[in-house]
């Protein structure tokens, strides 16, 4: 049984050029978060979607960053224009309707230089 | 506001000994805590969680407590070992909100051997 699968682990980015972050959720699961942490800080949340539909986007910055959950496939983040601040590790969690546990996968670790 | 926070950002116990972790929150309508454990470099991983109809839960080595009287939970694991080592966040489900979790800041456990 397989757990939540992000990829990539690592992204390295150049100051202005795409991020794009992959969630693939614990089969059966249809609710997808994404969470932010930055270094010695706890996660905080950014969206909240179950397929093909955002839920909850309370916390994601009005610009430069989107998210999806299709029909098929994974969930993607996408930040545009990267910039330093944007540095960080990106976790996905998925979850069955809730409130219940929610599996984190490893996160992805995005670097902007 | 809605806030999730820590007493102590590092605790360092003796191998064998039992630790305390301690967590404060400020929403009374939250109804679900998880306990989540960060080993460096990797996803936090669930370790116990409690809803707000109980006062007390307990796992394999762990226990949890919830007071509501005082917005205040804590995470006792008994004979702490050198593999507990690691961050340790208490997260706070907000009604309502699907699995939308609000994380503390995090409190680093050191075992001594």
């Known amino acids: 049984n397989a757990g939540v699968m992000q990829n990539p682990r690592h992204l390295v980015r150049r100051r202005g050029q795409e991020a794009r972050l992959r969630c693939s959720p614990v089969k059966g699961h249809s609710h997808v978060y994404w969470y932010r942490q930055l270094p010695e800080e706890g996660l905080k949340f950014m969206v909240y979607?179950?397929?093909?539909?955002?839920?909850?986007e309370s916390g994601m910055p009005k610009e430069r960053f989107s998210a999806e959950f299709p029909k098929e496939g994974p969930s993607i983040l996408r930040i545009q224009q990267v910039v330093r601040g944007d540095s960080a590790a990106y976790f996905c969690a998925s979850s069955p309707p809730g409130p219940t546990e929610a599996f984190f996968g490893q996160g992805t670790r995005l670097t902007v230089v | 506001g809605e806030s999730v926070g820590l007493h102590l950002p590092t605790l360092s116990v003796q191998e064998g000994d039992n630790s305390i972790i301690n967590c404060a929150y400020s929403?009374?309508?939250?109804?679900?805590f998880i306990w989540y454990k960060q080993e460096s470099g990797k996803g936090p991983q669930f370790i116990i969680d409690i809803r707000s109809n109980m006062d007390k839960r307990q796992g394999q080595r762990v226990t949890v407590l919830l007071n509501k009287t005082v917005k205040h939970l804590s995470l006792q694991i008994a004979a702490t070992q050198p593999g507990d080592s690691a961050v340790y966040f208490c997260?706070?489900?907000?009604?309502?909100?699907?699995?939308?979790?609000?994380f503390g800041t995090g409190t680093q456990l050191k075992v001594e051997l």
């Open positions: 979607l179950q397929k093909e539909n955002i839920i909850d």
């Open positions: 929403n009374s309508a939250s109804d679900y």
């Open positions: 997260a706070e489900n907000l009604t309502g909100g699907g699995n939308k979790l609000t």
